[in-house]
């Protein structure tokens, strides 16, 4: 059975693994990621995949990135957490490894990987939508992965839902992910905590008696305990979440959504709000089919098995 190579690189740590044609990892591996020297993390993905490829014998390489992955899904365009500006990456470890390789944005990755072998199999019209510290995404429509004229498509998080709303990363005010994302999970829990400090008890206590110490981990905790402030701030993520989905289903008409990232590992404790929400706010919702919403289901390692899989489609 043909073999390749998935690699994601994220701000912090590159993740590279051996996968089937079937999405099941062989050998994995972890490295950390040298952020600040582009140079340094090529030499890195290289040095994980030669290690890798030195054990199985592999065809060829996918790389995970996120970032703006051009349309030739070589270069690097721009990267919010990593020195990435123009960057070759495909050429600078390609000739390292002496494999062919190919670049895609992570959330692309992820995507295909759900479509392929997760919660988007059977279902030929997907969004995913990757819930963390912002919101990113990817698109499968007909069979076939959407990367948009120049390959940036899908920066879903960037809608603006709230005109003249709050500051975003992206130097634009509103976008979606200041409100539906795990940075506005924790936003929401502080306003809270320090306005109603009464309802947030048990909230404030994980977090040491400081509003300001309060992370996502207290908010799951809190709410898995009962706190009706860490209650409170999951369902007010999800009914944007849920708004968001509904736009995105007014253009797009997907049959699924899958809710991926790290705050999806709490997704039984908002879930069904987002699903309410996005019924309530699809247009047309008496006429019309809803798509499924479902959490994702091959975790962290999504992106790397979709990224190992693209690259058996050059």
């Known amino acids: ?56 014998d592999v065809e060829a390489v996918g790389l995970g990135a996120a970032g703006f992955v051009d349309e030739t899904r070589s270069i690097v365009r721009f990267a919010p957490n990593l020195a990435w500006r123009e960057e070759p990456l495909q050429k600078a470890v390609a000739e390292r ?36 510290t912002g919101i990113g995404g990817g698109l499968v429509f007909g069979g076939a992965l959407y990367r948009g004229r120049w390959g940036m498509g899908a920066e879903m998080g960037h809608m603006q839902v709230v005109p003249e709303g709050r500051l975003c990363g992206c130097g634009n005010l509103g976008c979606w992910e200041q409100y539906a994302s795990g940075n ?59 708004q968001g989905m509904a736009d995105l289903a007014a253009v797009l008409d997907p049959g699924r959504f899958i809710l ?33 919403i479902r959490p994702a289901e091959l975790g962290p390692s999504a992106g790397l098995v979709g990224a190992a899989d693209l690259a058996r489609h050059p």
């Open 1 to 56: 059975m043909a073999l390749t190579i998935g690699v994601d690189v994220g701000g912090t740590k590159i993740a590279a693994g051996v996968v089937d044609e079937d999405g099941h990892i062989v050998e994995n591996l972890l490295r950390p990621t040298p952020a600040d020297d582009p140079d340094k993390v090529a030499e890195t993905i290289a040095e994980a995949v030669l290690e890798l490829a030195g054990r199985h």
């Open 97 to 132: 490894v002496s494999l062919p390789v190919v670049v895609e944005n992570d959330a692309n990755a992820m995507a295909w990987g759900e479509y392929r072998f997760g919660a988007g199999r059977g279902e030929s019209h997907v969004v995913c939508v990757t819930v963390g």
């Open 184 to 242: 506005a999970l924790v936003h929401e829990a502080r306003l809270l905590a320090e306005a109603e400090p009464g309802r947030a008890r048990r909230l404030l206590e994980l977090a040491g008696g400081s509003v300001d110490g309060i992370e996502g981990t207290h908010i799951t905790q809190a709410a898995r305990d009962g706190d009706d402030a860490a209650l409170t701030a999951f369902s007010t993520m999800a009914e944007w979440l849920g």
């Open 260 to 292: 991926g990232g790290g705050v999806s590992r709490a997704a039984d404790l908002w879930i069904d709000h987002a699903r309410a929400a996005f019924r309530r706010a699809l247009t047309g919702r008496e006429h019309r089919p809803h798509a499924d």
